[in-house]
């Protein structure tokens, strides 16, 4: 059991885990990052950071173990071919249950985010939601971009930020709570002409345990078949 990850795939091309929230991507304040303990843990010599998730997020993040495939899969993230799913959950009535998301991203006060009506370099968030009961909702998410933050910050900008953000939420929102209510759900990339498919439920968090949870989940379960709004 390591501390920070679970594996869930290894083989001679790349790793996918599953990171637990609150593990720090990179090493810090002395402290290992999530990525140096998968490299010594695996014992590998070779290993790239393909893509990131922020410390509060849980959820899959694949690793490559050549250069050659670290390229490749940076490059499908970079020109958006890469279908990521994540999930969360807020106790704020969004403006609207479902549709896109779009606009550019400013820089704010504290190291957080806002979004902006131009759209010049747009963010683009679509998403569906249900209701949790107890005025929570579920919602899948699936970004176009892979902007900082952007999703806390679509969320918050939908006047539904995420349950436990303390950068984008009210405090009432992160009284007693007992994690960010963010995972990265479901991947799909690929490689030598192979399609890989990763979809990992949340381990940690009262409410991602729940019965409401567990029965919300089911509409969501396959992201693919979802009718996505349109995103232009």
């Not at 900008?157 to 405090?171: N, R």
Request: net charge positive; glycine share 6%; aromatic share 10%.
């Amino acid at each position: 059991m390591n501390d920070f990850y679970d594996l869930v795939e290894d083989n001679e091309n790349f790793l996918v885990i599953y990171k637990k929230p609150g593990a720090n991507f990179h090493s810090e304040n002395g402290q290992i990052g999530l990525f140096e303990q998968v490299k010594q843990s695996q014992g590998l010599q070779e290993l790239y950071p393909v893509h990131r998730l922020d410390k509060v997020t849980s959820g899959l993040l694949v690793m490559a173990k050549t250069a050659s495939v670290n390229h490749a899969l940076v490059e499908q993230f970079k020109n958006r071919q890469v279908e990521k799913y994540y999930l969360a959950i807020s106790n704020k009535k969004p403006k609207k249950k479902q549709g896109l998301i779009k606009g550019d991203m400013e820089s704010a006060r504290r190291g957080a985010w806002k979004l902006s009506a131009t759209l010049n370099n747009p963010a683009i968030t679509q998403f569906f939601s249900a209701s949790l009961g107890e005025g929570r909702r579920l919602f899948i998410i699936k970004p176009h971009t892979g902007k900082t933050h952007q999703i806390r910050v679509a969320l918050k900008s939908l006047g539904s930020p995420i349950l436990g953000d303390t950068l984008y939420a009210d405090a009432n929102s992160c009284i007693d709570v007992d994690r960010v209510y963010l995972h990265a759900f479901s991947l799909a990339f690929n490689l030598s002409g192979t399609t890989y498919r990763f979809t990992e439920l949340p381990r940690e968090g009262e409410l991602f345990l729940t019965v409401a949870f567990q029965a919300a989940i089911q509409e969501f379960i396959n992201p693919l078949s979802l009718s996505w709004p349109n995103v232009k």
